[in-house]
């Protein structure tokens, strides 16, 4: 079992800045994908960022160069940074794990509000 938990969502301004971070309940190192999903009212979930245990790192074309996934292997933790936002960007984000053996877990999401 993995718990995930996810924190720094928020109101923001178009053009701001926010930093998410998951934290999990084990060690990342022994996850095979940690990703970074949202989900917008009335829309499908969808994969904005994800990072490997070597770093390799793939982004959404709607997010890419605004955005950096990374992980902090010490801490255990996976932010996402977040740079300049559009409204469009407005959605609840989601922490996602995959494991080598396929299992999958969430965590519970975070709101993010791109809004002047």
């Known amino acids: 079992q993995v718990r995930l938990v996810e924190s720094g969502g928020g109101l923001v301004q178009p053009g701001g800045s926010l930093r998410l971070s998951c934290a999990a309940s084990?060690?990342?190192?022994?996850?095979?994908?940690m990703r970074w999903y949202r989900q917008a009212p009335g829309k499908e979930r969808e994969l904005v960022a994800s990072?490997?245990?070597?770093?390799?790192?793939d982004y959404a074309d709607s997010v890419k160069g605004r955005f950096t996934i990374s992980r902090d292997n010490a801490k255990n933790t996976v932010p996402l940074q977040m740079n300049s936002l559009k409204p469009e960007d407005t959605a609840v984000y989601f922490c996602n794990a995959v494991r080598f053996n396929h299992d999958t877990y969430w965590g519970q999401g975070t709101q993010v509000t791109v809004s002047s």
């Open positions: 084990i060690n990342i190192l022994s996850i095979y994908s």
């Open positions: 990072i490997t245990p070597g770093g390799i790192t």
